[in-house]
């Protein structure tokens, strides 16, 4: 049982309401008991009984619900700093990619590695996600691009799973790009993923959703659609990498086929977002690869007046968005996308657990959810966003713990 107390503003960010209705209570408490919250409201109003395990002071400060980081390429070997200098220097994302670079290379330097390497890196990663208040990450395969190493990743996350605190959600993506070895035979990579590494993975439960990235230099809408039907077939739910560099209809695609979201964006035209509302498809930005990749920016005001929900995520892999600092990216959703810093908060929040089909139980302080929390050292939600700090966040609870 545990008890946070002397909390300034908690803002519950329940997932019904507006993007923009976040839910504050002044002057709260949260309680738990094991996981879960059994009491959220204003401190003034706390039953008996409520106190008799450990307590916590906020000391005043902000609490808000553990932060969902909804899209992350988490486990890959190596870095690509050159590709990072010569993109400066002018190369695009394309050029590099169809020059065997990019995706590509990441995939070399992960087959290359020891599993237990790559297990002890995503564990580092862990822990100072969880310094910055990131309690759930949702984890992508996608740098094995055959059928033992998709699967490898998939376990190196089952094994991580189970030496962190935080939840990680797993996510196939076999479907990334075509590996070079197919480069002349690209139906039968599709093929591949299709008969045999989608039936495995999902045989042994190693991942929740299947995700396709759709783009010139991947796959091609009809391609995406083939791969994410075979998921639904065996129980995966589709997400796709769509309209980021090129708007191919993948927003469109997102909605035909019941995706929980879409991500990326950077492209999506007005039908696309109209398809996505109409769907209930949830849109995952990513302004840390529209940033390095110089993309425009997310029209997320479009988004939002559309009626979608707009989740905000990192995108963390060695390419397009080399940094797993959510609240940075969160900066870059207000500053790039015109998000208000509620929406965004929203979006990282239960906005982003929908975009997880997890917000049923998790991403916000309501009783019966996990107990998933964040103590922020800052007077508001606008000014911690407005004054960027290496970290403001001072405690994470996950799950009940303090970490
Ligand atoms: O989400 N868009 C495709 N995949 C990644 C980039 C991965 C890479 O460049 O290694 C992304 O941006
Ligand atoms: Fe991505």
Redesign the pocket.
Known sequence: MGLLTNIGILYQCRPDGAQADVHPIRDAALAWEGDRITWVGPAADLPAGFDAGERWDAGGRLVVPGLVDC?T?LA?GGW?AEEFVAKLAGAS?LDIARAGG??AS?VARTRAASTESLVARCRDHLREMAALGVTTVEAKS??GLDREHELRLLDVYRTVQAQVPQTIVPTLLAA?TVPPEYRERRERYVDLVVDEIIPAAAARGLARFCDV?V?ET?FSPAEGRRVLEAGLAHGLVPKI?AD?ITDTGGAALAAAVGAASA??LERVDDAGIRAMAAAGVVAVT?PL?SLYLHQPPVAARRLIEAGVRVAVAT?F?????PSFHLPFAMTLAATLQRMTPSEVLKGVTSVAAAALRLDGTLGSLEVGKRADAAIIDAESIDHWLYHLRANACVGTLIGGRRV
């Open positions: 899209h390429h890959f690509r994302y990019g995706i990441t996608g740098y990334h990235f783009e991947a990498h980021q991500d990326h990513l690869a995108d892999n060695p390419g397009s968005a």
